[in-house]
């Protein structure tokens, strides 16, 4: 069956432009995860859906950040007027529920010059 | 705060065994698990363990639970090339995961 996909699987940007990052999670997977993963660094928790729960959006680094998810099906994080330190991979999961182990997509590299 | 520690490097000789150690600070953890991360791929689930177990086994990877300590390992046996990768250990209650750094193992022909 088919696993997380996230697109684009690139992206370059300006600095100060906003840009849109797009997760398909596995069908039937009520959870969403997003993480962002600088380079040698390890995960940094984002924002997650449960449901039709409010999002736990405690990861959030800044106001310029956030996301939404359409019933439990696809997910867009936005990032606004990017800057350079919002160069990472940015990587989406999904599980049957929480506490459920969490199944990775490939992940977005974004790069803002 | 609540951290995930992993060692940065490791490189052993094919065949050898391959051991990858992890600290976590969070003792009221229920999940503890390792993914493996290839070059220009996400993540993957190699085996996770549930904080009221001691070993887990599964082919050529056992995992080893400390609670006391809160000490993770992966071991894995006649480690191969393919084996190259970083490995990451987190932890979790639901909800949210906390992951370490990684480890970046390589094998060595």
């Known amino acids: 069956g088919a696993g997380v996909s996230q697109s684009p699987s690139n992206k370059v940007t300006e600095k100060g432009k906003d840009v849109e990052l797009r997760c398909d999670p596995i069908s039937g997977h009520t959870a969403l995860y997003w993480y962002r993963q600088r380079l040698g660094q390890g995960l940094e928790f984002l924002i997650y859906?449960?449901?039709?729960?409010?999002?736990?959006k405690s990861g959030l680094p800044s106001d310029r950040f956030s996301a939404e998810r359409t019933g439990e099906s696809v997910s867009t994080l936005t990032i606004q007027r990017t800057q350079q330190e919002d160069s990472a991979v940015y990587l989406c999961a999904s599980s049957w529920g929480q506490r459920e182990t969490q199944y990775f997509g490939p992940g977005t590299r974004l790069l803002v010059l | 705060g609540e951290d995930v520690e992993q060692s940065l490097f490791l490189s052993v000789r094919e065949g050898d065994s391959s051991v990858i150690n992890c600290t976590y600070t969070?003792?009221?953890?229920?999940?503890l698990y390792w993914y493996k991360q290839e070059p220009g791929a996400g993540l993957q689930l190699l085996t996770y363990i549930f904080s009221n177990m001691d070993m887990k086994q599964d082919q050529r990877l056992t995992v080893l639970l400390n609670k006391k300590d809160k000490h993770l390992s992966l071991r894995i046996a006649d480690t191969q090339t393919g084996d190259s990768a970083i490995y990451f250990c987190a932890e979790s209650k639901g909800g949210d995961m906390r992951f370490g750094a990684g480890t970046r193992l390589t094998v060595k022909p």
């Open positions: 969070d003792s009221s953890s229920t999940y």
């Open positions: 859906f449960q449901g039709n729960s409010a999002p736990d």
